[in-house]
């Protein structure tokens, strides 16, 4: 079992940056590659940034490319999604996930979720 906890979320104007973290605990949860989701009021769950336990290889969304950074603390078992020149069409809540595959981009193929956290991008 994995449990995941994210944290971050806001409300930010146009142009700023918010930092998001995933607390990951369970005897195994280093071992998963860990992603970011997002789903927008009528959307459906979409793909963010993944990266993998071990190298640190990432994997982004084109539309989120050069804004958004994943990175891993493995010792603290926290992954963290810097995102930067954020735009209202980043409003969503944004989910913390694991699972096996690679690139993550499937969200039916996630192992496990964390409760999601609001972000908020006013004009």
């Known amino acids: 079992q994995v449990q995941l906890v994210e944290s971050g979320g806001g409300l930010v104007q146009a142009g700023g940056s918010l930092r998001l973290s995933c607390a990951a605990a369970g005897r195994t949860a280093n071992r998963y590659v860990i992603s970011w989701f997002r789903q927008a009021p009528g959307k459906e769950r979409e793909f963010v940034a993944g990266?993998?336990?071990?190298?640190?290889?990432?994997y982004y969304a084109d539309s989120v490319k050069g804004r958004f950074a994943v990175s891993r603390d493995d010792a603290k078992n926290t992954v963290y999604l810097q995102m930067n020149s954020l735009k209202p069409d980043d409003t969503a809540v944004y989910f913390c996930?694991?699972?096996?595959?690679?690139?993550?981009?499937?969200?039916?193929?996630?192992?496990?979720w964390g409760q999601g956290t609001q972000v908020t991008v006013s004009t």
């Open positions: 996930a694991a699972g096996s595959r690679w690139p993550p981009v499937d969200n039916k193929l996630v192992n496990y």
């Open positions: 990266i993998m336990s071990a190298g640190g290889l990432t």
